[in-house]
């Protein structure tokens, strides 16, 4: 069972390109988590949202609640925005976290 | 950025050797945690922390021990390290702030390979 699914799971744009990731959730949260692992990396945390949207740069991240989906943007993106990019939630109850699988974002210039 | 630092990055051991992996924080967050990363199943949790000598198991805790006598350190030990152990772990700790969410900082990973 997984309580967050992402997609889509591989994604591949032309420099320049705006791109989506989507990240759906079945539990009730407490806060989403965007994060962007590089290749041979680290992970980093880009965005928390328990509701609306934030903006960080090129970078825009919203959440419904009510539909329990979350999008990430990138706009004009850039090769260096390729990456792996994380979607997961702090559920209401426990201390747990929960993850998606990832999306692969390769962006070709 | 937070302080959370993982020690050894890169480790070659062997079949049935002990392993220790050691996660640092620098923000006196109550939670840490340790996952594991494979390709096709994400990031697992192991074990957690939430609080001094307080712990408890994740989804894929077997042949992995954890301890936690200083806030600030977080030990995640492989008794008898199998190949099957062979993987990418990260350390992370969230804070605990009352009636407010907390962002979750990951540290920069170690790769062990157990040959």
């Known amino acids: 069972k997984n309580e967050v699914e992402q997609s889509p799971q591989n994604l591949t744009a032309q420099e320049g390109e705006f791109i989506t990731i989507n990240c759906s959730y079945s539990v009730g949260i407490s806060a989403l988590h965007w994060l962007q692992q590089h290749p041979g990396g680290g992970i980093v945390s880009l965005f928390m949202?328990?509701?609306g949207k934030k903006k960080h740069g090129r970078l825009i991240a919203t959440i419904n609640i009510q539909e329990k989906h979350s999008s990430l943007h990138i706009t004009a993106s850039h090769p260096r925005d390729s990456a792996v990019y994380i979607c997961a939630v702090s559920p209401n109850t426990g201390n747990q976290f929960y993850f998606g699988t990832g999306t692969s974002l390769t962006v070709i210039p | 950025d937070a302080g959370i630092t993982q020690s050894p990055r890169h480790k070659v051991t062997e079949t049935g050797t002990p392993v220790t992996l050691r996660c640092h924080q620098t923000e006196n967050h109550r939670y840490m945690y340790w996952y594991r990363q494979d390709p096709g199943h994400g990031l697992r949790l192991i074990h957690y922390?939430?609080?001094?000598?307080?712990?408890d198991k994740g989804e894929v805790s077997d042949g992995y021990s954890v301890s936690r006598s200083k806030t600030e350190d977080f030990l995640l030990t492989l008794e008898s390290a199998t190949s099957s152990q062979t993987s990418v772990y990260f350390c992370?700790?969230?804070?605990?702030?009352?009636?407010?969410?907390?962002?979750?900082?990951f540290g920069q990973g170690t790769r062990l390979t157990v040959v």
């Open positions: 992370a700790i969230r804070g605990d702030r009352v009636g407010a969410n907390t962002e979750a900082f």
């Open positions: 949202l328990s509701s």
């Open positions: 922390s939430y609080g001094v000598k307080d712990t």
